[in-house]
C-alpha cells in the first residue's frame, strides 16, 4: 500500500521560508516521479514541482520558480520542498504524489 505523508506546512510571513517534506512507503522510491501540488482556496489544485528519482530531473511551475527547491533523501524515502520567499498568494494545501496516490496534505498559510 502506497503511503505519502506530508508535514512542514505552518504560518510564516510573507518573505519568509518553509520546508515541506513528503515521506513515502510502499512503492520503490527510485522507480518513480515525485510531485508537489498545491491547491488555494476556492482553486484548483495546480503542480509546483517534480522530481524524478531515476535521474534527478527536476520541474517547476513558472509561478514559483525560483523559490522552490525539490531534493529526495534515498535513504529516509522522503521528498523535501524548499520554498523561500513565499508570498501571500502562496498559501493553500500542499500535496505530494506519486503514480497518482496522494498524501493528505499539509497546510501552508502566508500572512502580509
Known amino acids: 500500500e502506497v503511503q505519502l505523508v506530508e508535514s512542514g506546512g505552518g504560518l510564516v510571513q510573507a518573505g519568509g521560508s518553509l520546508r515541506l517534506a513528503c515521506a513515502a512507503s510502499g512503492f520503490t522510491f527510485d522507480d518513480y516521479a515525485i510531485g508537489w501540488f498545491r491547491q488555494a482556496p476556492g482553486k484548483e489544485r495546480e503542480g509546483v514541482a517534480c522530481i524524478s528519482r531515476r535521474d534527478g530531473s527536476t520541474y517547476y511551475a513558472d509561478s514559483m520558480k525560483g523559490r522552490l527547491t525539490i531534493s529526495s533523501d534515498n535513504a529516509k524515502n522522503t521528498v523535501y520542498l524548499q520554498m523561500n520567499s513565499l508570498k501571500p498568494e502562496d498559501t493553500g494545501v500542499y500535496y505530494c504524489?506519486?503514480?497518482?496516490?496522494w498524501g493528505q496534505g499539509t497546510q501552508v498559510t502566508v500572512s502580509s
Open positions: 504524489t506519486v503514480g497518482g496516490d
